[in-house]
């Protein structure tokens, strides 16, 4: 199985700040890297997918980038409504798995 | 738009079997491009993904699981279900039914269903 890692596992962030999260693969999955955003009671949500392309509908705030183990999720300016759990996945090969999360909550 | 949601029993006894259906709004179960995946979540922990099916009924399941699921689809009802016998606490989950879309070689989650929580006691 390939392994995900994310860092940090949280971090504190006042609004408008630039935030930057790391997820790296314990091997290469190419491009083939999806980042989602969870909320308390709810469920993930679609940001980014194979690496770099927005999702629709998803803030242009929100950008990735990456390709073979390392990628970054980075919000250019925090706002109020970010304040959540973020999870990365491959999907290169089965079983996909996800990062542990990074959890980014209020300074 | 797509839309999912979960149904099933939220309580189930150890050494049962755990049974759960995604109903499919929005669209078709049997379009191209589409597969159907179940994901968990236990409380407080990461995510887990289960396995998928397509809507030919050709299935991926997560190796940790493989001896105990079955999922399946019903084009008729637009729904697809999953059964996982032989349950533990280890099973205690919210689980997720999502859209696995796969396009220009690569393939992601989206949408996911609101999520139902399955609580495994006796």
């Known amino acids: 199985d390939i392994q995900m890692t994310q860092s940090p596992s949280s971090l504190s962030a006042s609004v408008g700040d630039r935030v930057t999260i790391t997820c790296r693969a314990s091997?290469?999955?190419?491009?083939?890297l999806n980042w989602y955003q969870q909320k308390p009671g709810k469920a993930p949500k679609l940001l980014i997918y194979?690496?770099?392309s927005l999702q629709s509908g998803v803030p242009s705030r929100f950008s990735g980038s990456g390709s073979g183990t390392d990628f970054t999720l980075t919000i250019s300016s925090l706002q109020p409504e970010d304040f959540a759990t973020y999870y990365c996945q491959q999907s290169d090969s089965t079983p996909f798995t996800f990062g542990p999360g990074t959890k980014v909550d209020i300074k | 738009q797509l839309q999912l949601q979960e149904s099933g029993s939220g309580l189930v006894k150890p050494s049962q079997t755990l049974s759960l259906t995604c109903a499919v709004s929005g669209g078709s179960i049997s379009s191209g491009g589409y597969s159907w995946s179940w994901i968990r979540q236990p409380p407080g922990k990461g995510l887990e993904w289960i396995g998928y099916i397509y809507h030919s009924g050709s299935t991926y399941y997560n190796p940790s699981l493989k001896s105990r699921l079955t999922i399946s689809v019903d084009r008729s009802k637009n729904q697809f279900s999953l059964k996982l016998s032989s349950v533990t606490a280890a099973d205690t989950a919210v689980y997720y039914c999502?859209?696995?879309?796969?396009?220009?070689?690569?393939?992601?989650?989206?949408?996911w269903g609101q999520g139902t929580l399955v609580t495994v006691s006796s």
């Open positions: 091997q290469s999955i190419s491009s083939h």
């Open positions: 194979a690496a770099s």
């Open positions: 999502a859209t696995r879309i796969s396009a220009a070689g690569s393939n992601w989650f989206d949408p």
